[in-house]
């Protein structure tokens, strides 16, 4: 591996000595999990409403063992005195110790209340302000043991949750989708200190619903902030136009928008938002029409109105209108930024134009633009993604020498091509690189980590590398442990990968089952005659408040009718319509097929007398639904049957074309 060069290191220490010392960046913040049961507290980033960021490309967000003795794996757990490298470099403050200890508390008895308690007031920690912001920080996506730790905490006396803790709740919430519950806290904070309820614990609801897809409910939270004594303003409105624009829904935005130009003076803020929704979505001739609106305004657009504008030029390909623009804008007296020629830089990368990219660069230092690390960022990124390694250690290296400070999501593309070169021994020297120069490590890096170690076989070396993750201070997401069961599952550790998606469950990673994951562990258990472990894992995500809808339930009867368990599946069918979920068409016409087989008609006759009064309910043509089912039923073993047929004379063709080239 091309290791950073001796110069480029020298130069960095002289230059950055100081990061050696100074505190690591916050690590990678995982994609949203949902709540269970008032139960899953990951931390939400800062709300940054699009006029402050300029565009929301990839870069400009994201740069976010014990063994068991029996059998050489088991359940992680951190040892009493960890030893690793890591750890010299975090910062020890006056939290660190207790929120430890109380974080270790948390794991271990998580799932048993009382227990829980008792062993939380056995500690001795003082409670104090400061102390319960960092242990929700320190649980990370793991929202049992967080909320746990804010029901206790709020019961113990002389102690009452702040307005910081409060609004870290409500985001936790909010990003968990509980929304009945971020309700139920706000009435609670009302009653606690009117003074709590301000238009930033609005504008977090808004950003909730807005990510769910829920335009109606976002739309809803401004008529319902006068209730509360909250008057919404231009600013919150503005809030709300960015939280529909960031998560595709800039038709209603721009609806909205329209509807809401009497009550709200519009802001350059509001105009700016719409852009990049549109400019997201493709539709330059709408973000067009925006600009003229602004102008009639009399707004006249800065560098970010026009950033978001180059971005929809460059991300439908139009780089000769890319290159106008950067002219027409020094015309105006708005001189290109950093972002601006990164956004070029990104589009020329995505079409493999990575010398044109370089020339861009170049350009930046000629117009006396310097670069960031973004920018740099971007450019190894497209430089890893066309395989061009060598480069972008190079450009590392240049990188380094100029004095920039390279973050995890630098490494990141580094790392991530030499995984698919499946090389774990260079991207754990580089992980090293990265430490040396006090660029520590973050959950996605771990990730990328353990993913290569479980792809390779080297299921303990995965292991090790959770519990040094851990020991750092970073507490494992979905992605995390999805990655261990899927490695468990590779290696035939059937014990162990169950183990890891129970632990998951109880800690409020899966509200809403992980379809692929959880369909991958049924079936390996039940190919395995492993159905009292496949029942347990089912017990486990119904009785954990997990979110089951009729794909999750599906996949667990199809999966228990494939593997010959009839009647199992059947009474789990009745179980679901008990639920008042009516089965898929092909799952009802399977049963009856193979109910047809055992010669069961009791059971028979229950299913079909449950689903013909679903269907009565429903409006739903009972006889139309029993032909579809049949029909599908009869299509999907055709298929399979082509496939075979398919497949069987790819290998004849391929054999007598063998044949063929011999002679």
């Not at 916050?26 to 409403?49: A, G, Q, R």
């Not at 930033?200 to 109606?216: D, G, I, Q, T, W």
């Not at 089912?538 to 996949?555: D, H, Q």
């Given at each position: 591996?091309?290791?950073?060069?001796?110069?480029?290191?020298?130069?960095?220490?002289?230059?950055?000595?100081?990061?050696?010392?100074?505190?690591?960046?916050?690590?990678?913040?995982?994609?949203?999990?949902?709540?269970?049961?008032?139960?899953?507290?990951?931390?939400?980033?800062?709300?940054?409403?699009?006029?402050?960021?300029?565009?929301?490309?990839?870069?400009?967000?994201?740069?976010?063992?014990?063994?068991?003795?029996?059998?050489?794996?088991?359940?992680?757990?951190?040892?009493?005195?960890?030893?690793?490298?890591?750890?010299?470099?975090?910062?020890?403050?006056?939290?660190?110790?207790?929120?430890?200890?109380?974080?270790?508390?948390?794991?271990?008895?998580?799932?048993?209340?009382?227990?829980?308690?008792?062993?939380?007031?056995?500690?001795?920690?003082?409670?104090?302000?400061?102390?319960?912001?960092?242990?929700?920080?320190?649980?990370?996506?793991?929202?049992?043991?967080?909320?746990?730790?804010?029901?206790?905490?709020?019961?113990?006396?002389?102690?009452?949750?702040?307005?910081?803790?409060?609004?870290?709740?409500?985001?936790?919430?909010?990003?968990?989708?509980?929304?009945?519950?971020?309700?139920?806290?706000?009435?609670?904070?009302?009653?606690?200190?009117?003074?709590?309820?301000?238009?930033?614990?609005?504008?977090?609801?808004?950003?909730?619903?807005?990510?769910?897809?829920?335009?109606?409910?976002?739309?809803?939270?401004?008529?319902?902030?006068?209730?509360?004594?909250?008057?919404?303003?231009?600013?919150?409105?503005?809030?709300?136009?960015?939280?529909?624009?960031?998560?595709?829904?800039?038709?209603?935005?721009?609806?909205?928008?329209?509807?809401?130009?009497?009550?709200?003076?519009?802001?350059?803020?509001?105009?700016?938002?719409?852009?990049?929704?549109?400019?997201?979505?493709?539709?330059?001739?709408?973000?067009k029409f925006v600009l003229v609106q602004m102008r009639e305004a009399g707004i006249e657009p800065?560098?970010?109105?026009?950033?978001?504008?180059?971005?929809?030029?460059?991300?439908?390909?139009?780089?000769?209108?890319?290159?106008?623009?950067?002219?027409?804008?020094?015309?105006?007296?708005?001189?290109?930024?950093?972002?601006?020629?990164?956004?070029?830089?990104?589009?020329?990368?995505?079409?493999?134009?990575?010398?044109?990219?370089?020339?861009?660069?170049?350009?930046?230092?000629?117009?006396?633009?310097?670069?960031?690390?973004?920018?740099?960022?971007?450019?190894?990124?497209?430089?890893?993604?066309?395989?061009?390694?060598?480069?972008?250690?190079?450009?590392?290296?240049?990188?380094?020498?100029?004095?920039?400070?390279?973050?995890?999501?630098?490494?990141?593309?580094?790392?991530?091509?030499?995984?698919?070169?499946?090389?774990?021994?260079?991207?754990?020297?580089?992980?090293?690189?990265?430490?040396?120069?006090?660029?520590?490590?973050?959950?996605?890096?771990?990730?990328?980590?353990?993913?290569?170690?479980?792809?390779?076989?080297?299921?303990?070396?995965?292991?090790?590398?959770?519990?040094?993750?851990?020991?750092?201070?970073?507490?494992?997401?979905?992605?995390?442990?999805?990655?261990?069961?899927?490695?468990?599952?590779?290696?035939?550790?059937?014990?162990?990968?169950?183990?890891?998606?129970?632990?998951?469950?109880?800690?409020?990673?899966?509200?809403?089952?992980?379809?692929?994951?959880?369909?991958?562990?049924?079936?390996?258990?039940?190919?395995?005659?492993?159905?009292?472990?496949?029942?347990?894992?089912?017990?486990?995500?119904?009785?954990?408040?997990?979110?089951?809808?009729?794909?999750?339930?599906?996949?667990?009867?199809?999966?228990?009718?494939?593997?010959?368990?009839?009647?199992?599946?059947?009474?789990?069918?009745?179980?679901?319509?008990?639920?008042?979920?009516?089965?898929?068409?092909?799952?009802?016409?399977?049963?009856?097929?193979?109910?047809?087989?055992?010669?069961?008609?009791?059971?028979?006759?229950?299913?079909?007398?449950?689903?013909?009064?679903?269907?009565?309910?429903?409006?739903?043509?009972?006889?139309?639904?029993?032909?579809?089912?049949?029909?599908?039923?009869?299509?999907?073993?055709?298929?399979?049957?082509?496939?075979?047929?398919?497949?069987?004379r790819r290998r004849r063709w391929g054999c007598n074309r063998s044949k063929a080239d011999i002679?």
């Amino acid at each position: 591996m091309r290791r950073l060069s001796s110069k480029s290191f020298s130069i960095y220490q002289k230059t950055h000595l100081c990061l050696l010392t100074s505190k690591p960046s916050k690590p990678f913040s995982p994609k949203p999990t949902h709540f269970s049961s008032l139960s899953s507290v990951p931390e939400l980033s800062n709300y940054k409403p699009s006029y402050e960021l300029p565009m929301s490309h990839p870069f400009s967000t994201q740069f976010s063992a014990n063994y068991d003795k029996r059998n050489g794996f088991g359940l992680v757990h951190i040892e009493s005195n960890p030893v690793h490298s890591v750890t010299h470099h975090r910062n020890v403050d006056e939290f660190a110790a207790d929120v430890e200890k109380i974080y270790r508390i948390l794991r271990k008895f998580h799932s048993r209340v009382p227990k829980l308690e008792l062993a939380l007031e056995e500690t001795g920690v003082i409670m104090r302000a400061g102390l319960t912001e960092r242990v929700l920080s320190r649980c990370g996506d793991a929202g049992n043991l967080g909320y746990r730790f804010f029901i206790w905490a709020s019961k113990q006396p002389g102690y009452r949750h702040s307005y910081d803790v409060y609004k870290a709740m409500i985001k936790i919430l909010g990003k968990m989708r509980q929304f009945g519950a971020v309700w139920a806290l706000v009435e609670e904070m009302r009653k606690e200190n009117p003074l709590f309820i301000t238009p930033e614990v609005f504008v977090v609801l808004m950003r909730r619903f807005a990510s769910a897809r829920m335009v109606k409910k976002a739309i809803e939270v401004l008529d319902e902030m006068p209730k509360y004594g909250c008057e919404p303003d231009e600013h919150v409105f503005g809030c709300l136009l960015d939280a529909l624009c960031k998560n595709g829904s800039v038709k209603e935005a721009a609806s909205l928008f329209e509807d809401m130009r009497v009550r709200f003076t519009p802001t350059i803020k509001h105009f700016t938002s719409l852009l990049y929704g549109w400019c997201r979505e493709g539709k330059l001739m709408e973000a067009k029409f925006v600009l003229v609106q602004m102008r009639e305004a009399g707004i006249e657009p800065d560098i970010v109105v026009y950033n978001n504008l180059l971005t929809g030029y460059a991300v439908g390909g139009k780089m000769a209108d890319s290159h106008d623009l950067l002219e027409e804008m020094r015309r105006k007296g708005c001189e290109p930024n950093a972002t601006s020629y990164t956004i070029l830089i990104q589009a020329l990368c995505s079409m493999e134009k990575t010398e044109e990219a370089m020339r861009v660069l170049r350009d930046m230092d000629n117009c006396g633009c310097d670069a960031d690390v973004v920018t740099y960022t971007a450019l190894i990124s497209g430089l890893c993604k066309w395989r061009k390694i060598d480069k972008a250690y190079e450009l590392l290296d240049t990188m380094l020498q100029r004095g920039h400070t390279p973050n995890p999501t630098t490494y990141l593309h580094i790392l991530l091509a030499h995984e698919k070169k499946e090389e774990l021994e260079e991207c754990m020297e580089l992980v090293e690189e990265m430490r040396k120069i006090g660029c520590l490590p973050d959950l996605s890096i771990y990730n990328i980590l353990i993913r290569l170690a479980c792809k390779l076989g080297e299921v303990k070396e995965g292991v090790r590398l959770w519990n040094e993750m851990e020991a750092s201070g970073l507490s494992p997401g979905l992605d995390t442990f999805t990655i261990m069961v899927h490695g468990f599952l590779e290696q035939g550790c059937l014990v162990e990968a169950c183990e890891y998606f129970k632990e998951m469950v109880a800690r409020g990673l899966l509200s809403a089952p992980q379809y692929g994951t959880l369909k991958d562990l049924l079936n390996s258990l039940l190919r395995a005659d492993k159905l009292e472990m496949a029942k347990d894992i089912w017990s486990c995500i119904v009785t954990k408040g997990c979110e089951l809808n009729v794909y999750a339930w599906t996949i667990w009867i199809q999966a228990l009718f494939s593997n010959k368990h009839v009647k199992e599946a059947c009474s789990y069918c009745l179980e679901m319509m008990d639920a008042n979920l009516m089965p898929e068409v092909i799952t009802y016409a399977k049963l009856m097929k193979g109910l047809k087989k055992l010669y069961n008609r009791e059971i028979a006759a229950e299913i079909t007398e449950k689903v013909r009064k679903m269907a009565a309910d429903r409006q739903i043509s009972f006889k139309m639904y029993k032909r579809r089912g049949e029909r599908d039923l009869k299509e999907k073993a055709k298929a399979v049957k082509d496939g075979r047929k398919r497949r069987a004379r790819r290998r004849r063709w391929g054999c007598n074309r063998s044949k063929a080239d011999i002679l």
